[in-house]
């Protein structure tokens, strides 16, 4: 890789970015009473293949099947699966039951049981990570098992035939967060006037061989012999949970135009930096062109390893699994710069072929965090209308017309509410956020115990009115167990919202600064497919909006030192003596 080309993503990176591969989950499937109905269970084999889902083209790939259980109806699989997880994507998984005829590993030649589909949101979501599904069978495996089914049933194939109970638990070194601290000796001058101002690179390697920036260090002035910062990072930043991974480190001169000058490079690995402070972990500089220009070369310096530690830290999934849920409510904008909603030029338009942008950012984001709310009852907010019957301005309406209850009945219930509204309100202004931010927070407030969460969608097309308001709730929510996330549609020019999403300049309000940076906003104009790929558009809008989150919900949980609940005992199923074999 050319140090100049690579550059760009040197002085881009961003940490909290940075793409970290998800933890790990290890996924185990048990059954019980497999076609209980059939005169067959003597001539039980069983496998269940696990297909994962392709975001773009929405195709099946078998991802891996279990052994094969023989002689039971209640096949209680040994071998796991172990898929990465990520907060932000809707994973949608599918499990196939089959019964085993012959050694052949083409699925077709064997009688197909049963399947189940679901999303990796849903087992991680469900009280103790434990979902129990239903199989249903979607075609019947051979002639004469469709004749004893006739028999038992009279009825017609396609009914519930046993239950699928799919557990997950998190790999335990995803939790692992390591403490590093480095100096270097005798670097490179590389200014004219003055030393260097050195600072550091690291790169994970990937499977592929190619490097992904993981860390970047900050960056000490005018020195040769720079001592940096203690960082703590997550082990899986660093190696993926392989300890033998190449990391690289870059060492470079920082400029203030952004064309920083490299030094050199070492490379290592994470278990030879486990073993801390040793002279193991001294590290030659090396800068590759110099070494081949200059015979006398030795190096462009030294990096030692001051400390190392490793500390296992709670998760995200470790709250979940311990029973904290996830609140989400919407908030949409009505206000008259949407366009009239009976025309096809308004953001709001109905049209009967497909989603408005609305609905699209509604249905994208609420898809994702509905598994984590075991109730499925979300709050639906608009603001910026004229309500009847006596036409008052508000800026906090249930969207389903009831002032008592606003909740709505999963995502569908929410889209339901919206369509309604629409047609019973007038759209007015001004864009006002306050009222709905607290709204939210009133309800975060009264549990800050940990149990509870809540998540903010406000999706708008406007310049904002309230700004100061806004900001004031804003910072008053960072305290509270709730993150805010901000979807702009339409065209217009969204500077407050990007002012409001915290990342480069933290809020404050009257002098006061935000305790946590808690909004999250995109246009989105940017994630629109150029091929109209909805389903494609609504991933990626999902996958930005939704990232932060899960460290959003650590930082709160740490800020106020609560500890997740330890999860109940993992369900064992009753024990079944298995052959198994593979196929």
């Known amino acids: 890789m050319d140090k100049l080309e690579d550059m760009s993503s040197v002085y881009d990176f961003d940490p909290i970015t940075g793409n970290i591969p998800a933890t790990k989950v290890e996924i185990t499937v ?91 949101g849903e087992i991680v979501g469900s009280p103790a990570s434990r979902l129990e599904k239903p199989l249903g069978n979607r075609l019947f495996p051979s002639s004469e098992t469709f004749v004893f089914y006739f028999l038992l049933h009279r009825g017609i194939p396609g009914k519930k035939c046993g239950t699928i109970v799919l557990s997950a638990e998190e790999l335990s070194n995803c939790r692992d967060s390591a403490t590093l601290q480095f100096c270097a000796n005798k670097l490179d001058k590389k200014d004219f006037f003055g030393k260097s101002d050195p600072f550091m690179v690291f790169y994970r390697s990937n499977e592929d061989g190619t490097f992904t920036i993981c860390h970047k260090t900050e960056v000490v002035k ?94 995200f999934l470790d709250y979940i699994k311990g029973g904290t849920q996830i609140n989400f409510t919407v908030a949409i904008d009505f206000t008259a710069s949407n366009g009239n909603p009976s025309q096809s030029t308004s953001l709001h338009y109905m049209n009967p072929y497909q989603l408005n942008a609305y609905a699209m950012a509604l249905k994208a984001v609420g898809e994702i965090i509905q598994d984590y709310d075991s109730d499925k009852m979300f709050p639906a907010l608009g603001f910026g209308a004229k309500l009847p019957p006596d036409g008052r301005v508000s800026h906090e309406f249930p969207l389903n017309g009831n002032m008592e209850n606003p909740y709505c009945n999963g995502i569908e219930g929410i889209l339901e509410a919206y369509h309604q509204s629409l047609r019973t309100v007038q759209l007015y202004g001004p864009t006002n956020f306050a009222p709905v931010v ?24 406007g310049v904002i009115s309230d700004m100061a308001q806004t900001k004031e709730a804003i910072v008053n929510a960072a305290k509270l167990p709730m993150s805010i996330i901000i979807v702009g549609v ?78 109940p005992p993992p369900y064992t199923p009753p024990g079944h003596t298995h052959h198994h074999t593979q196929i």
């Open 30 to 120: 048990s059954c019980s009473s497999i076609y209980t109905f059939l005169l067959l269970s003597a001539l039980f084999w069983t496998v269940c293949v696990l297909y994962t889902q392709g975001v773009e083209t929405k195709q099946w790939r078998e991802f891996g099947r279990t052994e094969v259980i023989d002689n039971t109806l209640n096949p209680d699989f040994v071998r796991k699966y172990i898929l990465d997880y990520f907060f932000e994507e809707k994973q949608n998984l599918r499990f196939d039951l089959y019964d085993v005829d012959s050694k052949s590993p083409d699925l077709s030649k064997h009688d197909f049981l049963g399947q189940t589909f679901c999303t990796l």
């Open 222 to 315: 005018n020195t040769l012999n720079p001592v940096w910062q203690p960082f703590t990072i997550p082990v899986r930043a660093l190696c993926n949970g392989d300890f033998d991974r190449t990391i690289k480190v870059e060492v470079y001169d920082w400029d203030r135009d952004g064309s920083h000058d490299f030094i050199g490079d070492y490379t290592t690995s994470y278990r030879e930096l486990a073993r801390g402070q040793s002279q193991f972990n001294v590290y030659e500089v090396i800068n590759t062109k110099k070494k081949m220009k200059k015979k006398k070369y030795v190096n462009s310096g030294t990096v030692t390893l001051l400390s190392f530690s490793v500390e296992s830290e709670f998760t």
């Open 438 to 461: 607290n709204h939210v927070a009133r309800y975060a407030a009264a549990v800050q115990d940990g149990s509870q969460y809540f998540v903010l969608l406000i999706i708008t097309d």
């Open 490 to 567: 339409g065209q217009a020019e969204f500077d407050a919202m990007v002012e409001l999403d915290g990342d480069d300049i933290r809020i404050s309000s009257r002098g006061k600064l935000a305790e946590r940076d808690i909004v999250q906003f995109v246009p989105f104009r940017d994630y629109m497919d150029r091929t109209g790929n909805h389903v494609l558009s609504m991933a990626r809008l999902a996958k930005d909006v939704l990232a932060e989150i899960p460290d959003q919900f650590i930082s709160y949980m740490k800020s106020r030192g609560i500890k997740p609940n330890p999860a």
